[in-house]
């Protein structure tokens, strides 16, 4: 009984696989489609028929034979169409909803950070100045100074770096 259980496991998984690569590559079922059609149209009769529809010279007489193959590859034209065209349906239904799932992601992610951005505002407001005043401080740093910076602010930055130089010393 257990080794009908596996078995019937092994063949579900291989199930399961078959459909997943048909899905994730299209084209090898075509492929496998053109080459079960082409075994079918040649298992078309007996070889005694067959033997019996060639004249002496091995030409087809009174044949239907090439209207048989027009009629196969006709159904195979049609059969490929209508699998291009699935996979043509599979593809835009896939891009539909990439695209409905991105939006939906990024609507998210904005409403997430004006909720967050709303509540910062009102239950710390002092953080926010606090955040302001770094932002402010770190893209002043990438600037180079003016000369009027430079003149106004060379003795409070002479004073600063003594007293910290000091500091420094006594530790």
């Known amino acids: 009984m257990t080794n009908m259980v ?6 579900g998984r291989a199930g399961d696989w078959l459909i997943g690569t048909a899905k994730r590559h299209p084209e090898a079922l075509l492929v496998l489609a053109a080459g079960c059609a082409l075994l079918m149209r040649g298992r078309g009769g007996s070889p005694q028929s067959r033997n019996e529809s060639a004249g002496s010279d091995g030409r087809w007489q009174g ?3 090439p209207e048989k193959a027009s009629g196969t590859v006709s159904d195979l034209k049609d059969r490929v169409t209508s699998v291009a065209s699935s996979v043509s349906d599979y593809a835009g239904g ?21 909720t967050g951005f709303g509540h910062l505002l009102r239950e710390q407001p002092l953080a926010l100045v606090v955040l302001g005043l770094a932002a402010g401080a770190a893209v002043a740093t990438l600037l180079p ?4 910076e430079e003149r106004t602010l060379a003795p409070a930055r002479d004073a600063i770096a003594g007293v910290t130089g000091k500091v420094g010393e006594k530790t």
């Open 94 to 114: 896939v891009g539909r909803t990439i695209s409905t799932q991105t939006s939906q992601i990024a609507g998210q992610a904005q409403s997430t950070l004006q």
């Open 145 to 148: 100074a003016t000369e009027m």
């Open 63 to 65: 044949s239907p034979a």
């Open 6 to 11: 596996n078995s019937g496991d092994v063949y």
